[in-house]
T-cell receptor
Framework: NAGVTQTPKFQVLKTGQSMTLQCAQD?????MYWYRQDPGMGLRLIYY???????DKGEVPNGYNVSRLNKREFSLRLESAAPSQTSVYFC????????????FGNGTRLTVT | GNSVTQMEGPVTLSEEAFLTINCTYT??????LFWYVQYPGEGLQLLLK?????DKGSNKGFEATYRKETTSFHLEKGSVQVSDSAVYFC???????????FGQGTELSVKP
């Protein structure tokens, strides 16, 4: 029972480098989300996808792009990494019903030097 | 806009003490309310939820009641254990936009 799988678990980038964080869920969920977690700031929504083929900006989308590749996969891309993007990134998915909880991956810890 | 405010941490308690973590929200309409827990090195897990006013969510000895009149969803537990040490997040979900909004989290540390 894999749930939500994120890769990689850890990554170190230099300023200006690019990378893609991968996320896949095996629960047939419609909606998928990318959050970042920073000390004292809780979780902030970067982008979300309410259904396959749609994506929308969250609270902090600048510097990121996303792709909903299919119903299972939702990737987050940093085109030119900055130290301010040092954070822990979480992917989550749900059935889009207001009573359905989010299921989270275990996170990707990204450091940009 | 919609928002969630939690009491600041860290909260440090002795084992078997009573726990309250305050959560208040601002929202239009009738959101659903959630408490999530994050253990060290892990993602968030659902702890409990309430989908309408006066509902009480409960799980693992934790409880929270959806109070529309005070726009609150405070988390309580009668007797905490060391294993309850974690970060707790209050969150609300509103249909318009289909997004889950989180509070800033409250770290709980329980000492033996």
């Amino acid at each position: 029972n894999a749930g939500v799988t994120q890769t990689p678990k850890f990554q170190v980038l230099k300023t200006g480098q690019s990378m893609t964080l991968q996320c896949a869920q095996d629960m047939n969920h419609n909606s998928m989300y990318w959050y970042r977690q920073d000390p004292g700031m809780g979780l902030r929504l970067i982008y979300y996808s309410a259904s396959e083929g749609t994506t929308d900006k969250g609270e902090v989308p600048n510097g990121y792009n996303v792709s909903r590749l299919n119903k299972r996969e939702f990737s987050l891309r940093l085109e030119s990494a900055a130290p301010s993007q040092t954070s822990v990134y979480f992917c989550a998915s749900t059935n889009s019903d207001k009573s359905s909880p989010l299921h989270f991956g275990n996170g990707t810890r990204l450091t940009v030097t | 806009g919609n928002s969630v405010t939690q009491m600041e941490g860290p909260v440090t308690l002795s084992e078997e003490a009573f726990l309250t973590i305050n959560c208040t929200y601002t929202a239009t309409g009738y959101p659903s309310l959630f408490w999530y827990v994050q253990y060290p090195g892990e993602g968030l897990q659902l702890l409990l939820k309430a989908t309408k006013a006066d509902d009480k969510g409960s799980n693992k000895g934790f409880e929270a009641t959806y109070r529309k009149e005070t726009t609150s969803f405070h988390l309580e537990k009668g007797s905490v254990q060391v294993s309850d040490s974690a970060v707790y997040f209050c969150a609300l979900y509103y249909n318009q936009g289909g997004k889950l909004i989180f509070g800033q989290g409250t770290e709980l540390s329980v000492k033996p």
